[in-house]
């Protein structure tokens, strides 16, 4: 039996990733900061014109600079190589954060539905609507250019947590231009004489609001637990059967057996190949260059991509 085990790719500049991790706890540190004075401005704001919706915003921010200070701390150990107790590293820990974010955001969700029935069944919350519109107006432009921002800098670096973030400030910049519309409507009714239905605005446009961005979080959470539960991802497996065919076509190996996983950004790839007893391998150089050979078809790179190949003659090993 011949049997070889290979791990790592090829090392890109740690100066380059370096960077790239710096960026991204930049990023999260400028989110947290105007999340804090976003929550601050909501919760004040909300209590002194009257307002659940604002004041249910603002506790909304607080709690996302909580989960944003989680995430800067996992970005932090992502920059950190394997330790002996963290033999993969800490690729783990980036989608438990987005799970753990997501379903807090979903239970703030449900809890503002409830919250909005309640007070459609008590008669409605009586506010001062104008000051509502100056303030949604505020919040939503800030939202916007947020999650704007979030976005490109999680799409240049193909980071979940920045992703998340941006998903959140989107969420934000909605709820504020939702409210936007909805006291626009409140300070119409009262200028028409309509002074009966303005107090029901504010619980009906927080349960609108709820129920409409309930599936975003949910969808989160759903792609945060595929990573935690470790299934594995549909394109990466196509992609890596697809080189290891042409591979066992090309060098006549009998067959082959692979295993994929996605942990947040870090990818697992696994493959063992089978060729027959007197198949000529040559030497171990000639094994790594297999290895190589698989590694280049994938694109894989160390960090974000651990690679084992070995070869064998039992098929006991698939």
Not at 52 to 57: E, G, L, M, Q
Not at 162 to 179: K, P, Q, T
Not at 195 to 214: F, K, N, R, T
Not at 280 to 286: E, H, N, S
Request: charged residues 15%; contains cysteine; aromatic residues 8%.
């Amino acid at each position: 039996m011949i049997q070889d085990t290979a791990g790592r790719a090829s090392r890109p500049s740690e100066a380059a990733r370096d960077m790239e991790a710096l960026a991204e706890q930049r990023a999260l540190k400028l989110s947290i900061a105007v999340t804090a004075l976003t929550g601050v401005a909501g919760i004040l704001g909300g209590l002194v014109i009257g307002s659940r919706a604002i004041t249910f915003d603002g506790m909304y921010s607080f709690v996302d600079v909580a989960l944003t200070f989680g995430a800067l701390a996992v970005a932090k150990l992502l920059m950190q190589e394997p330790s002996p107790r963290f033999q993969y590293g800490y690729w783990h820990l980036e989608p438990l954060i987005a799970a753990a974010e997501s379903a807090i955001l979903v239970t703030a969700c449900l809890y503002a539905v409830i919250d909005a029935l309640r007070g459609l069944m008590n008669g409605g919350n009586p506010m001062a609507y104008g000051a509502g519109l100056a303030w949604a107006g505020l919040m939503g432009t800030t939202g916007f250019v947020m999650a704007d921002y979030m976005s490109h800098l999680a799409h240049r670096q193909r980071s979940i947590l920045l992703a998340v973030d941006a998903r959140a400030w989107l969420m934000s910049g909605f709820v504020s231009l939702a409210l936007l519309f909805a006291y626009a409507i409140a300070v119409g009714l009262t200028a028409s004489g309509h002074h009966g239905w303005a107090p029901y605005v504010d619980p009906a446009v927080l349960l609108c609001i709820s129920l409409a961005l309930l599936p975003v979080p949910l969808k989160t959470l759903r792609r945060a637990m595929r990573d935690v539960l470790e299934v594995a991802p549909e394109e990466l497996d196509r992609r890596v059967r697809q080189v290891v065919d042409e591979l066992v076509r090309e060098r006549g190996f009998l067959t082959y057996s692979s295993h994929v996983a996605q942990i947040g950004r870090g990818q697992f790839v696994e493959i063992h190949i089978l060729v027959a007893p007197d198949y000529q391998v040559g030497t171990v150089a000639a094994v790594d260059g297999i290895r190589r050979d698989v590694a280049a078809r994938l694109d894989a790179s160390w960090p974000q991509v651990w690679l084992t190949v070995d070869v064998t003659t039992d098929p006991d090993y698939l």
